[in-house]
């Protein structure tokens, strides 16, 4: 039986370097989303700054992890049997649901997730134990449920805080540098430098080195009791500094942003490494004192009360997890992917959005116009002139395509690590995920990076990272619980199910993901557009970009054509259900692709966009139209499968697939030849394209004579058989025009006849 619970605990300590590594991933966000988005040094030197303080952190981290002691439980009534029950449900249940937030992109709060996983095992357990206990034990002998209202206390102070004072901060900023900020910096940025080193030391020293060995309580006492000549010595001395840093022509802000990030990772790794090591300590500390002290009590008698004592944590499993969680930030395509998340959200330019709009969001929109046309009225219009003036943001200085200049970067790193050391005072669960997330949404709001085009796109994409902290909180309780409860009445059988279902989901995660990633590298070629300061090389860029969007949408239609009208024919209902859901899919992938592409458009010369620019979009909305002619033909034919109707004709079928052949040679033809960029054989295709509307019209009229005689086939599947010609002869001219439009976009050549797009038009 020890062996068996031996190897439950090396399991747990595996586990905890899958959450190391995943909680890494979605934590990357906190630390170095604004030096990243700011572009202040090169991504390997941001992450040498961040791992750094991540190592220094999660070694000086000794005395954090006593909440997963003895924090949400009282150990001294549970079980050696029921704690390791907790314990490794609290480690499953993490490890996958960090593993999800970090594919899906979305920051969430390790906090959150470990606290609430404790809090469902323990409930779940604290009530099947009321029900038969005669001991008379409360719950409060049980579960501790004074750490989850604060963690929920926290969550609602800190997203509110942090947004409004990121908010408030950066327009004040803004106001006090303008977007031209080089120019105001003679002597102002002795003084912002000085508030801002001496802010990022305090918290080093507060919220970071807080648990250091060398830290004794004597000198944190003398730290408390004179704080405030400590913080005006600081602010002289650095102030200075900065000041002199300055006229010797040193980027003084590079310097803030970099010790925020250095600060920021500290503090995350010598707190949160808790929540990644300190429940598999917790298992280990509960073993070998059922080992050492059981006496034959066995594991549903021996009591927990050794994990009433504070922890103390071996150096070699901290310096172990220094180790990991660096090589983790320096390896992890999830950190970069959570760190993506945060950076468009905030991004002062036009670009891709990541999110579409929602409901809430345009309400939102719709009521801050309001607001705005209100202010606009009673501000004088001198003080508006000035207030735009300082927000002029052609006048941007941003670090070879950053996502925002210096300037927010510093703000957002600043003020995050001054509400976490408030919050630390006041004795607030602060997550330091809510926080540098929030101030990082304040700020962009506050700068006018959410413009009325981009601002719906937006709010939904913070929505939806606040609504991931609050169904976070639900899912872990909920999931943590169920599992606490069947690995209680499964026993070892529960607890071995669970652990290969752990690993089958995390290795079935990462070669999704790695799918995924591979899917999305054709945004390369985008931000290499965005990021083009050669209006020709941009140009160059465009056509290469409408090219792939041409040719994938040509070669998609012509797959989802086939397999609609197989199912059809071979009634296969999972088939055109498929295919119908992959091309609702292309339509949303369509608006994103033609949204960066009008954005490309507008970066080119202004005579060619003017000389391209109906050509682009008649192909656009040719691609448009075929995958609605692909709908239109694969909504009967689902309905027809589905209500199990009488299948087509084999005489039908028989006349229509050389016709289908014909239609997916001259796609293929099509597609090759705008690969290409040779249209040689563009007349010769439409040439054969108008032939096959020919003989496709001849087969309408020859089904609608069928259809009148009233002969032995079906009605229904005649009707829709019928409908496939029509879509089909659609189809036919719609890539006709996509051709044409290709033809003419790539080329230099602009013909004098534009095509009107048309149901039915025969002409190209």
Not at 518 to 534: G, H, I, T, V, Y
Request: with cysteine; aromatic share 10%; hydrophobic share 50%.
């Amino acid at each position: 039986m020890e062996t068996l619970y031996l190897g439950i605990v090396i399991f747990l300590f595996m586990l905890a370097v899958f959450d190391l590594m995943v909680g890494v991933s979605n934590d990357a966000v906190n630390f170095m989303n604004s030096a990243v988005g700011a572009k202040v040094a090169k991504f390997k030197t941001i992450i040498i700054v961040a791992a750094v303080g991540i190592f220094a952190g999660a070694v000086l981290s000794n005395g954090m992890m006593d909440i997963a002691r003895h924090g949400i439980f009282q150990p001294d009534n549970f079980s050696f049997y029921e704690i390791m029950c907790i314990l490794l449900a609290v480690m499953v249940t993490d490890v996958v649901l960090l593993d999800v937030f970090n594919t899906l992109g979305l920051p969430t709060s390790t906090t959150v997730s470990m606290v609430f996983e404790l809090l469902g095992g323990t409930f779940v357990l604290a009530v099947l134990k009321l029900m038969s206990d005669e001991t008379g034990l409360g719950f409060g002998d049980l579960l501790n449920t004074e750490k989850a209202l604060s963690v929920i206390l926290g969550i609602f102070l800190s997203v509110a805080i942090a947004f409004i004072a990121g908010t408030f901060v950066q327009y004040i900023s803004r106001l006090i540098f303008s977007f031209n900020y080089k120019k105001n910096l003679s002597w102002t940025i002795g003084i912002f430098g000085g508030i801002a080193v001496t802010a990022l030391s305090y918290f080093i020293l507060i919220k970071g080195l807080k648990s250091a060995p060398f830290i004794t309580p004597e000198i944190m006492g003398w730290i408390d009791a004179n704080t405030t000549a400590l913080v005006a010595g600081c602010f002289a001395f650095f102030t200075i500094l900065m000041q002199i840093l300055h006229w010797c022509k040193v980027n003084v802000l590079k310097i803030i942003v970099l010790l925020g990030t250095f600060s920021l990772a500290l503090a995350f790794a010598g707190n949160d490494l808790v929540n990644f090591i300190g429940v598999p300590l917790a298992g280990y500390s509960a073993y070998t004192d059922f080992v050492a002290n059981s006496n034959g009590a066995g594991v549903y008698g021996f009591m927990m009360e050794s994990l009433m004592s504070s922890a103390k944590t071996p150096i070699i499993f901290l310096i172990a997890s220094g180790i990991i969680m660096v090589y983790a930030l320096a390896t992890s395509k999830k950190a970069q992917n959570v760190i993506k998340t945060s950076v468009d959200l905030a991004r002062q330019e036009e670009g891709d959005e990541m999110f579409g709009s929602s409901g809430l969001a345009r309400t939102i929109v719709r009521r801050a116009t309001s607001i705005n046309d209100f202010l606009v009225k009673v501000i004088p219009a001198n003080v508006r002139s000035w207030i735009n003036s300082r927000f002029n943001k052609d006048e941007a200085i941003l670090e070879n395509g950053a996502a925002f200049d210096l300037i927010r970067a510093s703000v957002n790193l600043v003020l995050s690590g001054l509400l976490i050391i408030i919050g630390t005072t006041m004795k607030l669960p602060l997550s330091t995920t809510y926080i540098t997330f929030i101030v990082a949404m304040g700020t962009s709001l506050s700068d006018r990076a959410w413009g009325r085009e981009s601002a719906v796109y937006r709010i939904t994409g913070m929505l939806s990272v606040i609504g991931g902290w609050f169904i976070t909180a639900f899912v872990a309780f909920t999931a943590c619980a169920i599992v606490t409860v069947i690995m209680f009445y499964t026993n070892i059988v529960g607890m071995v199910a669970f652990i290969a279902l752990a690993v089958f989901l995390l290795v079935r995660s990462n070669i999704m993901y790695s799918k995924k990633v591979k899917a999305e590298k054709q945004d390369d070629l985008f931000k290499r557009m965005m990021a083009s300061k050669d209006k020709n090389e941009t140009l160059a860029l465009l056509r290469e970009h409408v090219q792939e969007t041409l040719t994938g949408y040509i070669e998609f239609s012509k797959n989802a054509y086939v397999k609609m009208t197989d199912g059809f024919i071979n009634e296969d209902l999972k088939m055109l259900r498929k295919a119908l859901n992959e091309t609702d899919e292309q339509r949303k992938l369509l608006k994103k692709r033609r949204r960066k592409e009008i954005l490309g458009l507008r970066r080119i010369p202004i005579t060619i966009a003017i000389e391209k620019n109906t050509w682009f979009h008649l192909g656009t909305n040719s691609c448009e139209e075929m995958l609605y002619c692909l709908k239109r033909i694969c909504e009967p034919c689902k309905e027809h499968v589905d209500n199990n109707f009488n299948p087509v004709s084999k005489e039908d079928v028989t006349e229509f697939l050389p016709i289908r052949e014909e239609l997916c040679q001259l796609m293929e033809r099509t597609k090759n030849s705008i690969l290409a960029n040779n249209y040689t054989e563009a007349d010769d295709i439409l040439k054969k394209g108008d032939e096959l509307k020919n003989k496709i019209s001849a087969l309408r009229k020859q089904q609608m004579n069928r259809m009148q005689e009233a002969d032995n086939r079906s009605l229904k599947a005649a009707m829709v058989y019928l409908n496939i010609l029509q879509e089909t002869q659609e189809l036919v001219s719609v890539w006709r025009h996509l051709l044409r439009a290709s033809r003419f976009f790539q080329g230099d050549y602009v013909p004098q006849e534009i095509p009107q797009m048309g149901i039915m038009d025969s002409k190209a």
